[in-house]
């Protein structure tokens, strides 16, 4: 994604984004993002209404609630001033205490209702807030969660988590300041200007130039901040993944004793981080401080002009309290103003990345009225496939067809396209060109629920969810007994060592199953593929990592696991490739050689190379081996 630089108008030239900078000594700060450029505040509320537009009726009567609450605190002031006009009137004590207590007991009346009306919306928008941001993060959650492979290849997981949160926060922030601030603020100027109009003109309309000016003087300060926040927010989700990668590779710093290092890496993002934040808070408290001198110049000289006013008789003295508490109740909405405002360009700052995320379209689709697999036979078929990642070709017009209940293996040097093979069958990735079939079925027709039903996946590096490893072994059949999955566990090999725990299949992994060694790992993801019982199985380097003890139990399993199913293996084990039916050998993202191990053997091209080197114990020229990049033997079959 490209760098875009998030500024109305570019004002980042402009002479008072230099002069801001210069004073707060940050003409280093450079706000550029990478994102959509396309984006702005109107998708953020498109993404809201979505969610909003579910509990329209609820909106409706939270701002009919707080507008009426405003109403009655421009009504209230117009009882008081009848009240203290009473006492220049001349009148007994009783006329006079008839009008006070009627006037008294109105002004209760509505406060009475103000206070029923404030707190019934309050309620109302606690319910619909929980609504909302439980929508909002599931909608975004359940989109997210769909992208590719190649997505999340490229970005920080813990970074997104962080983006996740402030989303669903940004509503709650923007929702309170529309509710309690501006419906309240729009509503009380319009009122205290209708009745200014009757009252005295010329106050009205020095009264609306100022909060005209004044919004219109913090609409451009919000926007000239806009591209700050946006770069706060981005460096903040950085700095949240950058954090979180340290924290996962926390081994690594231990076995190097890095920690010195990785202190001053942290230390030194975060200083920049700290950097632009303290540059929005000064900014932010420089501004606040001009729109507070503002409010006390126009309290001082509406003041004064009352005065005058009421010296040359203009004025009666139930007018200027009138005068008073309208002056007062506009001040104190107009005086959060800035802030409110800032707020919600913060909001939609800290939206932005998630709804860039929400918003990108998904690298795998789904056609619509797709074919549903069923009783999956295996047959798999490539037909002059060709697929290309980052610019460079790694399959290259590729056909092979593969029967039901066939074990494949695949094999070939290091970047041969292998893993990409796979890949591609489990619609991980769609080709660039040519067709891939299950069943004779182009499986972008079929729905990728089903095809990825169809298929189970041990890969070389097994992660589990930080769940009982229960939990773990019914990911393959959500809806599985406890006998099921414990069979499944008995011919993965895995059900001796989960009874030798305490807690027994309760039992919690670990983060990405860290409580497991590397073999228990595997077998738990062996179990999980039996529960599965799909027709199709791949095998990615299932084997690679594991010391002989783990590989043979696991060995056993596979070998378990693979009757009746298409099997497509990635291994470099010559015991196991011997033992399949059918034997691929890949190069440079072609099919150089195909067929059994004895016949690969007569033809004496690359698989024979390949097994003499490894059946020698030896490679014929290791210096040159070791420039391309092999460091042993085995190298020669891994992905």
């Known amino acids: 994604m490209k760098e875009v630089v998030m500024t109305p108008k570019n004002t ?10 210069r004073l707060f000594n940050a003409l280093d700060i450079n706000p550029h993002v990478e994102g959509d450029g396309r984006l702005n505040v109107t998708s953020v509320l498109r993404i809201y209404w979505e969610s909003l537009q579910k509990l329209s009726s609820v909106v409706v009567m939270i701002i009919t609630l707080v507008a009426i609450a405003s109403v009655i605190g421009i009504i209230v002031p117009l009882y008081y001033k009848d009240f203290f006009n009473v006492f220049a009137k001349g009148l007994t004590a009783e006329e006079a205490g008839r009008l006070l207590f009627g006037a008294i007991s109105t002004v209760f009346a509505l406060d009475l209702f103000s206070l029923v009306s404030r707190r019934t919306a309050m309620f109302k928008l606690i319910r619909l807030t929980q609504a909302v941001m439980t929508d909002l993060r599931a909608r975004a959650f359940d989109h997210v969660i769909r992208h590719s492979h190649a997505y999340y290849t490229s970005v920080f997981v813990g970074a997104l988590v962080q983006k996740l949160s402030r989303f669903q926060r940004s509503y709650d922030r923007l929702a309170d300041s529309v509710v309690f601030h501006i419906v309240p603020t729009i509503v009380t ?13 010329l106050l009205a309309l020095a009264m609306i130039l100022w909060v005209v000016l004044l919004i219109t003087i913090n609409y451009y300060f919000a926007r000239w901040m806009l591209k700050y926040n946006v770069y706060r927010a981005a460096l903040d989700s950085v700095v949240t993944g950058k954090t979180a990668d340290m924290f996962t590779n926390q081994a690594a710093i231990e076995a190097h004793g890095a920690y010195d290092i990785e202190r001053a890496r942290h230390l030194e993002f975060t200083k920049k981080q700290m950097h632009v934040a303290a540059f929005t808070w000064n900014s932010g408290h420089l501004y606040h401080g001009f729109q507070e001198g503002s409010i006390v110049l126009l309290r001082y000289v509406v003041f004064c002009v009352g005065i005058v006013l009421w010296m040359r008789g203009g004025f009666s003295l139930g007018m200027f309290m009138l005068l008073h508490a309208y002056v ?5 909405k107009i005086w959060p103003i800035g802030q409110v405002i800032r707020d919600i360009y913060e909001s939609f700052a800290d939206a932005k990345e998630m709804t860039e995320a929400t918003l990108r379209p998904h690298d795998i689709l789904e056609i619509p009225n797709a074919h549903v697999f069923a009783n999956v036979e295996g047959a798999i078929e490539f037909a002059n496939v060709t697929f290309e990642y980052g610019g460079k070709r790694v399959i290259d017009n590729l056909s092979v067809s593969i029967a039901p209940g066939e074990r494949v293996a695949l094999i070939g040097p290091s970047g041969a396209g292998k893993s990409t093979f796979v890949k591609l069958v ?15 079925i182009d499986i972008r027709e079929a729905t990728i629920k ?7 996946t041990v890969p070389q590096e097994p992660t589990l969810f930080h769940r009982p490893i229960a939990a773990n072994i019914k990911y393959g059949k959500q809806d599985a007994t406890d006998e099921e999955m414990e069979r499944a566990a008995r011919l993965a090999n895995c059900h001796a060592f989960i009874s030798a725990h305490p807690l027994g ?7 990405r199953g860290v409580k497991l060694s590397g073999g228990e790992r595997q077998r738990v993801v062996l179990a999980r593929a039996f529960l599965k019982n799909a027709p199709v199985l791949v095998l990615d380097e299932a084997t690679s990592s ?4 783990s590989e043979r139990q696991v060995q056993e399993a596979l070998m378990r696991l693979m009757k009746g199913r298409t099997t497509l293996i990635i291994a470099h084990r010559l015991s196991t490739i011997r033992q399949m039916d059918r034997i691929l050998v890949l190069d440079q993202g072609k099919l150089v050689e195909d067929g059994t191990h004895d016949e690969l053997l007569a033809k004496e091209g690359m698989y024979w190379k390949l097994w003499t080197v490894q059946q020698n114990g030896f490679i014929p020229d290791l210096e040159a081996a070791n420039e391309e990049g092999v460091q042993d033997e085995s190298d020669l079959f891994l992905a």
């Open 546 to 549: 594991l010391d002989s003890e």
């Open 12 to 21: 980042q030239n402009g002479w008072f984004d230099r002069a801001m900078r």
């Open 450 to 456: 089903s095809l990825k039903q169809a298929i189970s």
């Open 426 to 440: 489990s619609r991980i990735f769609d080709p660039n060109e040519g067709t891939i079939t299950l069943d004779g």
């Open 328 to 332: 007062f109740a506009v001040t104190e």
């Open 505 to 511: 299949y309760h039992a919690l992994v670990g983060e």
């Open 189 to 201: 100027l319009i009122g205290v200007v209708i009745v200014l109009l009757r009252e005295s003109p």
